[in-house]
């Protein structure tokens, strides 16, 4: 059984800076790609940034510039990096991971960026 745990969400100014965490737990032998989604209200569910193993990276055009996303594979988890957050950027924020071919979801943290 592998479970997701998310962490580092929380309340933000305009232009200030948050780090999200997503560690992976049970049995694993391999992770292919990680990445972070996030929803808006009333949006659906997008694309911010994805990591595949050796370190190739893929973001969305908003994140571009702004955002990092870097994985642990010895601690088996991923992380966002996101500077310059924006309004825009307020959405509960959901790791994937395609963990032996099989896809997980973490449980979501809420990133609220007032302006």
């Known amino acids: 059984q592998v479970q997701l745990v998310e962490s580092g969400g929380g309340f933000v100014q305009a232009g200030g800076s948050l780090r999200l965490s997503c560690a992976a737990s049970?049995?694993?032998?391999?992770?292919?790609?990680m990445g972070w989604f996030r929803q808006a209200p009333g949006k659906q569910r997008e694309l911010v940034a994805t990591i595949i193993r050796g370190g190739d990276t893929n973001y969305a055009d908003s994140a571009k510039g702004r955002f990092t996303i870097s994985r642990d594979d010895a601690k088996s988890t991923v992380y966002l990096q996101m500077n310059s957050l924006k309004p825009d950027d307020t959405a509960d924020y959901y790791c994937?991971?395609?963990?032996?071919?099989?896809?997980?979801w973490g449980q979501g943290t809420q990133v609220t960026v007032s302006s």
């Open positions: 994937r991971l395609i963990i032996d071919a099989r896809m997980y």
């Open positions: 049970g049995t694993i032998f391999s992770i292919n790609q």
